[in-house]
């Protein structure tokens, strides 16, 4: 009897984060990770493999890892094991080492596993300043594989600008685990930063790609905890009834308010804001890495994509006094993303400005496209400027791009190195503000030996 009634005393006391959705899907997979690694029990054989002039340590492919799921898991087909294996690399557990989308593929793809350091089951949930200092510490080392991708380049932006009065305590955390990260093995060190790019691959996901280590909140309703009180999705506490639902008095349906719709707008909005990086539309970063620089020569839409590259471009324009052209260009994108009742309003402001006569900014289109423009513009749509825009497009690529890359401005950027720092290099705002209060100390200390003396 004394035994009976300890149970339920230990099932109240249980650690509720052990018992939620996401923690039973973690112990459930790191059990078939942990079978995967062990060699006595016929795991996944990890090797070492030769490449050019270098080594890839601890890599298994994916094929290996699909056979071993169709021959342990029971699974007949390829398909299946495929998909379970992409929800394992979705929650970080093993990833590719050579892209940042986490999915399996079915053939000699290099995958690695995580450390148990990294599993989401032992991590917390990672703060924008951790994300910072990985970011940093990324870009003071000088290697290909740690270059920053397109979009993280862009975060980092965001974040120097989001963080800019502690930004000199992140570079100086950045710089420290750069200094400790240098001390280690050359092949542990290359592991080591697989792993820890893949952990941020989970948690700050490639645009497109699902945060898989958000709480599903309808999961965690369903969790059998009726004398709690819970939060509602949209921030409204609310206590459950221990009475049977038999014995429940019914409660009166209340239609959904405009009000409720404008808390769920913002609780998801906040949601957003926590768990995730918004892309910036202007990442403006003053100096542009090398690479980045030199994609702008492969073609007038890398250009345009990087926002960077569509600044300078447009200065470039201004200064040849035909930046109505990219103007013209940028409006038309614009208006194809514009609401509807918005578009009719938005048609004729791009035709005041830059098609009317007597244009402000008069673009030079062909007769040709100035006839069918102007017939598309007394139907007004979102595709009304498609010739137009196509037609300066060409014109822009034909002329203007060619002049861009022979330009001083880009070759310039192309060749741009960083400058060394003068005399004993730059104070930082931390340095001056120590010597500043030496100084103040010592003022003191001066005056108050002449009084006494």
């Not at 080594?55 to 056979?67: L, M």
């Not at 969790?223 to 014995?247: A, D, F, I, L």
Request: charged share 30%.
């Amino acid at each position: 009897m004394a035994q009976a009634s300890a149970d339920p005393s230990n099932v109240e006391t249980a650690d509720p984060e052990e018992s939620s959705p996401n923690m039973i899907v973690y112990r459930k997979v790191e059990d078939i990770i942990t079978r995967m690694q062990d060699d006595k029990t016929g795991g996944v054989p990890i090797r070492t493999v030769k490449s050019f002039l270098s080594k890839i340590p601890s890599v298994v492919t994916g094929a290996d890892i699909v056979q071993w799921l169709m021959k342990n898991l029971s699974i007949e087909d390829p398909a299946e094991a495929i998909h379970l294996g992409s929800l394992v690399a979705a929650q970080g557990y093993v990833f590719p080492i050579s892209d940042h989308v986490l999915t399996l593929k079915d053939d000699g793809t290099f995958y690695r596993f995580q450390a148990p350091y990294f599993w989401p089951s032992n991590c917390w949930e990672p703060e924008n300043t951790d994300y910072a200092i990985y970011l940093c510490k990324r870009t003071m080392q000088n290697k290909a594989r740690l270059e920053l991708a397109d979009y993280e380049a862009e975060n980092l932006a965001r974040l120097q600008r989001a963080f800019a009065r502690k930004w000199e305590f992140i570079f100086m955390q950045a710089e420290a685990q750069v200094k400790i990260d240098r001390k280690k093995d050359k092949t542990e060190r290359k592991i080591l930063d697989s792993q820890e790019r893949a952990f941020w691959d989970v948690h700050r996901p490639v645009p497109g790609c699902v945060n898989t280590t958000e709480m599903d909140i309808r999961k965690c309703r369903r969790m059998k905890n009726p004398q709690k009180v819970k939060k509602s999705v949209y921030g409204v506490t609310e206590e459950s009834q221990p009475q049977s639902p038999v014995h429940m008095p019914s409660q009166p349906v209340r239609k959904t308010t405009k009000e409720d719709f404008r808390k769920q707008i913002t609780f998801l909005n906040m949601q957003i804001d926590r768990h995730c990086l918004k892309m910036s539309k202007v990442a403006e970063s003053k100096e542009p890495s090398q690479q980045r620089v030199k994609r702008w020569g492969f073609s007038m839409d890398e250009v345009l994509k990087d926002p960077v590259g569509r600044d300078q471009f447009l200065r470039f324009l201004e200064s040849e006094f035909s930046s109505e052209n990219l103007r013209f260009w940028l409006a038309v994108q614009d208006l194809k993303k514009q609401p509807l009742q918005d578009v009719t309003t938005r048609v004729e402001e791009i035709w005041q400005e830059f098609l009317a006569p007597g244009a402000q900014s008069a673009i030079n289109l062909d007769s040709h496209s100035y006839e069918k423009t102007s017939q598309n513009v007394k139907d007004p749509g979102r595709y009304t400027y498609e010739d137009a825009q196509e037609h300066i497009y060409k014109l822009m690529k034909s002329d203007s791009y060619a002049r861009f890359l022979r330009s001083s401005a880009y070759q310039d950027l192309l060749l741009a190195k960083k400058k060394p720092e003068n005399e004993q290099g730059r104070r930082t705002s931390l340095e001056k503000f120590t010597r500043s209060v030496g100084k103040s100390l010592a003022s003191k200390r001066l005056t108050g030996l002449m009084q006494s003396s």
